[in-house]
């Protein structure tokens, strides 16, 4: 459904004046704004318009103050807009300071606007240009979902027929991190498996430090342009590949090299040129069900923002897996269906790498 308002402009009654000029410079960004002194008339039930506006906005800009923390109003829309969130997977909450107190707690974690005094002018203008770029992202994000958006495969020349690859993908908090520990705890004493580092550009506070390298965008692109980066590709605004120096020395080395892909519908074409490369390849799906990995995630040590990331990223996963109508084909799935499975995928999985370890002591081509 297109939104009627692109923002709500979420505040206490004593910030209105800042509010209104905040609305009124917003709008000359071209961006519509829902203010309740311009919307609610007399005899309107004001908890069923602030409801209809919550839900036609597709931002929610929370002006913070001292007065705003101990609001009832800004409350009950802070918690309306954060199950909203969670609900329809779309990212809205946007803070803004008027003053020196800090956001309220279910608002600690999300990035936020200074509007404080100098900075006033700045602030407006990040928030005009956040409101369109992820504006101009919904449309993006929605083709990157079904179809998957990456960059051309690419693999180094050379590579030995004897040499294994093994991709490991899955549905957002499946386990694949876990997964891959533990499978490098049981498997150090052969020396037959290593982790492909992957490059990446998401924040390094989140990123797995086990086996990733966050990176700025310019960094990411200088290593690509380099040609130190394969398979590269992108999911929801960040950048992927993996070190191609790592992968030259895994496969001279004889090793089996473990990968791991966010984006799961880019791996048959990685399968199908690894394949036409000589490299024997497979493929492996962690899969749970919805329910349980949203309740995982709750259950997990996330702030607000997080679990709402992660909860959209669930559901933006099923809705992109249920496009793929080939899934059973292009994968060896297994199924992590609560927080004791794990072990049975591990042991499913090392099973399978054992048996490409004994295949490559018999020389047997399993290409």
């Not at 839900?55 to 007065?67: A, N």
Request: aromatic residues 8%.
């Amino acid at each position: 459904m297109k939104k009627k308002f692109r923002v709500f402009l979420s505040h206490a009654s004593i910030d209105k004046q800042h509010v209104r000029r905040a609305k009124l410079e917003l709008e000359r960004h071209g961006i519509t704004c829902w203010l309740d002194e311009d919307e609610i008339l007399i005899g309107d039930s004001i908890v069923d318009r602030i409801d209809r506006a919550l839900q036609d906005s597709r931002f929610v800009i929370f002006f913070v103050s001292e007065i705003s923390n101990s609001s009832h109003w800004v409350n009950r829309e802070i918690q309306a807009t954060l199950a909203r969130q969670l609900e329809d997977n779309e990212s809205r909450i946007l803070p803004a300071l008027l003053d020196g107190t800090a956001p309220p707690a279910l608002l600690k974690d999300f990035l936020w606007a200074d509007l404080r005094g100098a900075a006033w002018a700045r602030g407006i203008a990040s928030l005009a240009q956040t409101i369109q770029q992820k504006c101009t992202d919904d449309t993006a994000a929605i083709e990157e979902l079904n179809l998957g958006v990456g960059f051309n495969s690419a693999v180094p020349d050379n590579i030995s027929k004897a040499f294994n690859f093994i991709i490991i993908s899955g549905i957002s908090a499946s386990g694949k991190d876990s997964l891959v520990q533990m499978m490098e705890e049981r498997m150090t004493s052969s020396h037959h498996m290593q982790i492909l580092t992957k490059y990446n550009t998401r924040n390094p506070r989140r990123s797995e430090p086990e086996y990733s390298n966050a990176l700025s965008a310019a960094e990411f692109q200088q290593l690509l342009d380099e040609g130190e980066i394969i398979f590269p590709y992108r999911k929801r605004n960040e950048r992927y590949g993996f070190s191609a120096s790592q992968f030259r020395a895994a496969q001279l080395e004889g090793c089996i090299l473990v990968a791991i892909f966010t984006e799961f519908s880019l791996v048959p074409k990685v399968v199908s040129t690894m394949c036409n490369a000589g490299a024997a390849t497979t493929a492996f799906f962690i899969k749970a069900a919805k329910q349980h990995l949203e309740r995982r995630t709750l259950f997990r040590n996330f702030g607000p923002a997080e679990i709402v990331e992660r909860t959209r990223s669930i559901r933006q996963d099923f809705a992109a897996l249920e496009q793929r109508t080939t899934f059973k084909e292009e994968y060896q799935v297994l199924w992590n269906g609560d927080d004791t499975a794990l072990e049975q995928v591990a042991d499913d999985l090392e099973q399978a790498i054992r048996k490409i370890i004994t295949l490559d002591k018999s020389n047997v081509n399993t290409s």
